[in-house]
């Protein structure tokens, strides 16, 4: 049981600080703009299902994908782990990460579509949360830690879409510096997710080939 609490926990934590809804949701003001609460809403919402479906596929048949490209769930976790690292990293340093960028470059983009891309893809759901999301499914090992994993992310991005939707009223309550200090923290716990994840990587290696060990 306290194997599964910590493992849960992790999950949540690592969700929470790869779709950082608090610090995401200045992003989506700035993409939202003065549109009405009706519209808001449809834009969350829509962003969200989009992250929710793409990382339910990649943890239900992401190693059935991995097979047809011939790759390996170390090499997966080792360059996830270097990816998640840097988007850490980056919020640490204040910065926003290439991996999570939102510029799309078409100022005539409609809303609908930004939802889309660049909310929900690469914004919510970008490699560093494929990456994570696979990380979790091999350490689960089992259908029923993968249903979890999935259970936990929607919970994850109800969260999200609540934030966004209520996104004028937080950012009404909360300092910019505020902000700023919960994304630096979401940066660390990042950084050593990333960690964990590339030792994750490097034993599975040595596992799988022992003659290298």
Request: a positive charge.
């Amino acid at each position: 049981m306290h194997n599964l609490t910590l493992f849960l926990t992790t999950v949540f934590l690592g969700f929470f600080a790869m779709l950082n809804p608090i610090g995401n949701t200045p992003v989506f003001i700035s993409m939202v703009g003065k549109a009405d609460e009706k519209t808001i809403k449809k834009v969350a919402f829509r962003a969200v299902l989009v992250a929710f479906i793409l990382i339910t596929i990649f943890s239900l048949f992401g190693h059935i994908i991995f097979r047809m490209f011939g790759i390996t769930l170390p090499a997966f976790q080792i360059a996830g782990g270097i990816i998640v690292f840097f988007i850490g990293y980056n919020l640490l340093q204040g910065k926003e990460s290439g991996a999570h960028s939102s510029d799309n470059g078409d100022p005539v983009k409609s809303l609908q579509d930004m939802a889309i891309s660049p909310l929900g893809i690469p914004l919510l759901a970008g490699p560093g949360t494929i990456s994570t999301a696979m990380n979790f499914v091999g350490e689960g090992k089992n259908f029923y830690s993968t249903l979890l994993i999935i259970l936990i992310f929607a919970v994850v991005c109800a969260i999200t879409f609540l934030m966004f939707i209520l996104s004028e009223k937080i950012a009404d309550k909360f300092s910019t510096s505020l902000i700023k200090v919960v994304s630096k923290i979401m940066g660390l716990i990042l950084a050593v997710i990333a960690i964990q994840m590339v030792i994750n990587g490097i034993f599975n290696v040595i596992k799988e080939f022992p003659n290298l060990g």
